[in-house]
DNA sequence: AAACCATGCAACCGCAGCATC
DNA sequence: TGATGCTGCGGTTGCATGGTT
């Protein structure tokens, strides 16, 4: 037995690219309901789909706050120390990430970040020790020589993950004591002043034809937030944060959490989300300038 | 201009772990 | 307690595009 088997007519599930229209009712029927059996997902948003291809279209593309583009230097920096610390873990390093999905990690690794460190480590084979550290790491020098070795874990890995300073081990709960996607960030990401709650990737210019530009959005999640209006109503409060930077950053608050199961208007409109937070827009503003500072991903 | 190759990215596949019955 | 279903993750593949010959 098992779940509750959702009914399932055996059909032929569609593969391959999404086109525009799949997107949308992907992206409406979520938006408006959530998510908490993906696989009545399709069925219930009239799509042709297994579940398993909704909830990967969503999280790596759909899900709002989603960065797209070009990596920025200290992301890249970022991801190489992880990969030393964590091996092939990119869904854990990804948690450090905002904005960026696992799958996009692992390709720009495949296609990039491998082929630089393997060619750091030929230079440095070449020319020996030396401090010089382009990749900014302090212990960049460390690196494997080949970290498609690493690809499975070795046991030096792993006992190097265990020593993986405090910062970057999940807590008991599982949870990462560096910041996740803030739902502060999630918003203002996708909704700067003036700018409409889009996906970024639509923003972008695009490389290939399968970037589909929806132009239509979420107009009622949009009028909402440019309306500024927020938790049922409530306005943003300037010089009423009752929350320290830091506490903003240890609350576990991220997108993914407020809106599995229960839809982001539910979320957006939700009391507890409410009456938990209140937010201040100037501190808002600042700490994206902070998390995203650098990041011209936009321009470059 | 055409064929070939390299690259980047989206999506699929298979497995493991967990939840439910 | 085993069977079954679901989710999440990492590996891999397939395709579109751009560059090179």
């Known amino acids: 037995m098992g779940y509750k088997s959702v009914e399932k007519p055996k059909a032929k599930h569609r593969k391959g690219l999404w086109s525009p229209d799949e997107d949308q009712r992907l992206r409406n029927y979520i938006l408006k309901h959530g998510y908490s059996c993906w696989s009545s997902v399709p069925i219930n948003a009239g799509l042709q789909r297994n579940g398993k291809s909704c909830r990967l279209r969503w999280i790596n593309y759909l899900r709002p706050g989603l960065k ?10 970022t991801i190489l120390n992880l990969h030393r610390l964590l091996g092939n873990k990119w869904s854990q390093i990804a948690q450090h990430l905002p904005g960026r999905t696992d799958n996009e990690i692992k390709n720009h690794w495949h296609s990039y970040l491998k082929k630089k ?3 750091k480590a030929d230079d440095s084979h070449l020319q020996m020790p030396s401090n010089s550290d382009s990749l900014g ?4 020098t460390d690196f494997p020589t ?3 070795q690493s690809d499975d874990m070795t046991e030096h890995t792993k006992s190097s993950a265990s020593q993986i300073p405090k910062i970057l081990n999940p807590t008991k709960e599982g949870q990462s004591s560096l910041p996740k996607l803030l739902f502060a960030e ?3 990401l996708d909704n700067s002043p003036g700018e409409s709650f889009t996906n970024h990737a639509e923003s972008q210019a695009p490389r290939h034809d399968h970037y589909y530009h929806s132009s239509s959005q979420d107009s ?3 009028s909402l937030l440019n309306e500024g209006t927020f938790c049922g109503g409530h306005q943003y409060q300037n010089n009423q944060s009752e929350f320290s930077t830091s506490e903003i950053y240890s609350s576990r608050f991220n997108f993914e959490d407020q809106i599995s199961g229960k839809g982001l208007l539910q979320c957006l409109y939700g009391d507890d989300l409410c009456s938990a937070f209140s937010f201040d827009n100037d501190m808002l503003y600042n700490e994206n300038l902070f998390n995203y500072q650098g990041c011209n991903y936009e321009g470059e």
């Open 146 to 148: 080949d970290h498609t």
């Open 220 to 222: 009622l999640v949009s």
């Open 137 to 140: 790491s302090p212990n960049s």
């Open 68 to 77: 797209r583009g070009v990596f920025t230097v200290q992301e890249e920096e």
């Open 117 to 119: 460190i393997n060619v």
């Open 186 to 188: 999630w918003l203002s």
